[in-house]
């Protein structure tokens, strides 16, 4: 598969990004307080992609911009998780989690994998927790006995998106680094695999901010 190929899917996969967010201005009003924090990592994304993509046009080292954002990404997602997480853990244990994470990932950074150096470790450290929080999300749906409409749920789409994207990837972040030192056909594979994965997690947003569920 030739290179171009994958340009073109790298730049669909980071801006299709876009749709959900236009949704979500034309629904602005009915949006949830859960679509409302998912419209906010949206913008990030969105905002992250696009400094991302202008530094790699101008042959500039984009990877010190994903080591913010991995954390500030993490702070996002905890939010999002936060009222449904509280039911089974305590909100002091989800604080210590964010703090700690916080710590590891600047500790990261200066003593092991510097901001010009993809961020492997933290990233896995992410996917592991996020796989975490969307598997505690569906034991805490099952336990409860009152029927609910799943597909109406918007967390139902977030967090079927988020353990989707964050299993796939776990081994892609993990192994990153060597990706970026060899361009070869099977790292084109992978980040080809990879972008596809994005885009199925973009679909379950925009479905996640187009339900419209009862106001809590």
């Known amino acids: 598969m030739r290179e171009d190929f994958f340009f073109i899917l790298g730049n669909v996969s980071t801006f299709i990004v876009v749709i959900p967010l236009l949704i979500s201005v034309l629904r602005f009003r009915l949006l949830t307080t859960v679509q409302l924090k998912l419209v906010h990592l949206l913008i990030l994304v969105l905002i992250v992609e696009s400094i991302s993509n202008i530094l790699w046009r101008k042959k500039i080292n984009n990877l010190p911009v994903y080591h913010l954002y991995t954390i500030i990404e993490f702070l996002l997602i905890i939010r999002i998780y936060w009222s449904t997480l509280s039911q089974l853990v305590s909100k002091k244990l989800l604080v210590g989690i964010s703090v700690i994470f916080v710590v590891l990932a600047v500790l990261n950074t200066i003593f092991f994998q510097s901001i010009y150096v993809f961020n492997s470790n933290i990233t896995t450290l992410l996917s592991i927790l996020v796989i975490l929080f969307s598997l505690s999300f569906f034991y805490i749906t099952l336990k409860d006995v009152e029927y609910t409409a799943l ?21 892609l972040f993990f192994i990153n680094n060597y990706l970026f030192e060899k361009s070869t056909e099977a790292s084109f594979l992978i980040w080809g695999l990879h972008a596809i994965v994005n885009i199925v997690l973009i679909m379950f947003y925009t479905i996640a901010v187009w339900v419209n569920p009862k106001k809590q």
């Open 151 to 171: 597909e109406k749920n918007p967390m139902f789409w977030i967090n079927s998106g988020f353990l989707i994207y964050f299993s796939s990837n776990l081994i």
